[in-house]
């Protein structure tokens, strides 16, 4: 390991301190970048956000994909800790903290709008950013396109009655244009891209070359894209955070927990199930991480943008690389 990956927890704290600096800087006129947006979806941050998944994607061998089925025990897991336990354990947890032992920090009011955004979160299994969990843990990258579409296919049907059934209302409104606009940036593009990009090298610079110079220079350029992305969201929300420091602090720690706790359980499953490890770490981190973008969306359009509930999902955007940082040399520490 590299002078810069080995100290990588290192750069992404000073990436965290330098956005909040500079979103305290730059104040209003960050908005400039944060309102650049395309059916809400930041596109600075999804250029960056395409920049790392794009290496993953490249690696893909379409042709390996039908095989994929032969060992549906990954593909079975995936929907069981995504559909089945993930949303209900991140309401239990946001009913524990907020409503219970945050009750002395809290309104009601408060309270109610923090379990509302975490469950919008815990509802909204990861599309973009598993594919850079998977590649810095040698996940296998035709198995983890299979697993995140299966999980795309579903959030169009199961999103919306799982969050009317945890929020207790009628009338959850999900911009479907911010959902097919997040699945064609990050997916469908970097996917078309890479397929169009590992063909042409392999028909005229050969595999070896392909593996031993192209990756290993496309390596860098997925890591820095990462943590400029970390300034990036961090300025955006700089105002936010250094305005509410207790309350950013509060909804961080349930949201923690469920991420490490989601992890721990389907990392137990999956190894009950003798799943491979390539197969099981990128499963682990689809439940982990979350479709923080459309989370976001969503918690908007029903609360509004200055809403806890729409704060509490941006706290989950807030945590969720250096947690997912964590659970990823977590799984190299448990490659097996």
């Not at 491979?276 to 982990?288: D, N, V």
């Amino acid at each position: 390991m590299g002078f810069f990956e080995r100290y990588l927890s290192l750069w992404v704290a000073l990436c965290i301190v330098g956005g909040i600096a500079l979103g305290k800087i730059l104040g209003s006129s960050i908005t400039v970048l944060s309102e650049m947006n395309l059916a809400t979806v930041n596109i600075p941050v999804a250029i960056l956000v395409w920049l790392m998944i794009f290496p993953m994607m490249v690696q893909i061998d379409f042709s390996s994909i039908k095989d994929v089925g032969k060992n549906p025990k990954g593909l079975i897991l995936t929907l069981i800790i995504n559909w089945l336990i993930k949303p209900f354990t991140m309401a239990f947890f946001a009913w524990i903290f907020f409503d219970k032992l945050y009750a002395a920090y809290l309104t009601p009011s408060e309270a109610q709008d923090y379990i509302a955004g975490a469950i919008i979160l815990g509802a909204a299994p990861c599309t973009a950013m598993v594919f850079v969990w998977s590649y810095l843990t040698k996940g296998d990258p035709e198995y983890t396109l299979v697993q995140v579409a299966i999980n795309d296919l579903i959030l169009l049907i199961a999103f919306i009655p799982i969050v009317k059934f945890l929020l207790g209302v009628t009338n959850v409104y999900i911009p479907y244009d911010t959902l097919i606009s997040s699945v064609v940036i990050f997916v469908v593009i970097p996917l078309v891209a890479g397929y169009l990009v590992n063909k042409m090298i392999l028909s005229t610079k050969g595999e070896e070359w392909f593996k031993n110079v192209f990756m290993a220079k496309l390596k860098p350029i997925s890591i820095v894209a990462l943590l400029t992305t970390l300034v990036l969201l961090f300025a955006f929300q700089g105002e936010k955070i250094l305005a509410n420091p207790l309350h950013i602090f509060l909804i961080a720690i349930p949201l923690t927990i469920q991420t490490y706790f989601i992890f721990f359980v389907a990392w137990g499953i999956g190894k009950k199930m003798s799943l491979p490890h390539c197969i099981l770490s990128p499963g682990s981190m689809i439940g982990a991480s979350n479709f923080f973008e459309l989370a976001v969306a969503v918690a908007i359009a029903l609360f509004g943008l200055n809403s806890g509930a729409a704060l509490a999902t941006v706290v989950g955007v807030l945590i969720e690389v250096p947690v997912m940082l964590s659970l990823v040399k977590l799984s190299n520490k448990w490659r097996y």
